[in-house]
């Protein structure tokens, strides 16, 4: 079989992504060589991994990594696959730093048009002037941010990658924390790698890791949380549409929660209620349908606090920043 017959035969689905991935080699040697012939060994491999793409299963799984930001993520079945929407918590968490005055002066306020960010991210206030002071007076100390839930790490990773390259890092420290062995194993094996590559960020251990279901094994007090928790629900598993039929593969404990997906965010708004000190900024992802809901169990659980509802890119809404 020539490179270009497999191109005809298996043309439904991402049949040149597979290629490059048997052949090692980038997406347009496949498009330039289609005379070459696959040897037995690619063919029975090529073969292997289309079974598994025509039975639904995520491209990102069968490659073993996923972009995001900008960064190629490792990723198995052990995480969830980190989604292009969830790129705008990155935006929102990385606007707020940029308008601080504890990192206004440094690279990341002035990030080039061209660079990859949130220069395009419409913030409805400036940051709020408690995140400015620490108890007793201001802060000398570093913002903490903490990732709830991190699955791959691609939040956290992303967020310490980019103001380590564009800011100070002494001024923040990134936490992370996942109920899964397993996540962690794999967002610790991403800080390795991706972290290490930058010169700005010296040792992967910057990013601390935890093992703990939401807040439960969380040690100290932290100034912005963000989470990006499982909310979905029945109805989604029951649906068969093409754009779901991947969920099957990823992992439920990830996916899905109870009370119509919205059991393990009430959980957290609950525990960060209980707290002494409550974090300044806190990051929550959801579904557009459970907007009105969500809103409902914020005010009952953290009443007197400010909300701001954004919308992703396709205009439905998806975020909301507690204050």
């Known amino acids: 079989m020539t490179i270009k017959e497999a191109l005809k035969k298996y043309h439904k689905i991402e049949i040149e ?10 997406k347009e040697f496949v498009f330039m060589h289609g005379e070459d012939e696959l040897s037995s060994y690619k063919v029975i491999k090529l073969s292997s991994l289309i ?11 069968i490659l073993g990594y996923k972009d995001f930001y900008g960064l190629r993520f490792k990723v198995n079945r052990d995480v969830l696959i980190p989604r292009p929407e969830t790129e705008m918590v990155v935006d929102l968490v990385l606007a707020r730093l940029r308008s601080s005055p504890l990192l206004r002066g440094d690279a990341l306020s002035s990030i080039n048009e061209g660079q990859r960010g949130c ?6 206030q400036p940051l709020p002037d408690p995140l400015l002071k620490r108890r007793g ?5 570093p913002i903490k941010i903490l990732d709830l839930g991190t699955g791959s790490g691609n939040i956290i990773i992303t967020l310490a990658n980019t103001i380590c390259s564009e800011g100070n890092p002494r001024k923040v420290e990134f936490w992370a924390s996942d109920v899964s062995k397993k996540a962690l194993r794999v967002a610790r094996q991403n800080a390795k790698i991706l972290l290490s590559q930058n010169s700005h960020t010296p040792v992967y251990g910057r990013i601390r890791f935890v093992k703990s279901d939401l807040l439960k094994n969380i040690k100290g007090n932290f100034d912005i949380i963000v989470a990006n928790l499982p909310y979905g629900w029945t109805e989604w598993k029951n649906n068969s549409s093409a754009q779901t039929v991947g969920l099957k593969f990823e992992p439920k404990r990830a996916l899905f929660a109870k009370e119509k997906g919205l059991m393990v965010i009430r959980k957290l708004l609950v525990q960060i209620a209980e707290l002494k000190y409550q974090p300044k900024l806190v990051y929550l992802e959801f579904d557009p349908r459970q907007k009105a809901q969500l809103s409902k169990l914020i005010k009952k659980s953290l009443p007197g606090l400010k909300i701001n509802f954004y919308k992703d890119y396709n205009n439905f809404w998806r975020y909301v920043e507690i204050r």
């Open 51 to 61: 079974r598994r793409r025509l039975k639904g299963e995520p491209m990102a799984y």
């Open 17 to 26: 992504l597979l290629l490059a991935h048997v052949l090692k080699k980038p």
């Open 119 to 124: 220069s395009n991210t419409k913030l409805k």
């Open 137 to 141: 007076g201001l802060r000398d100390s």
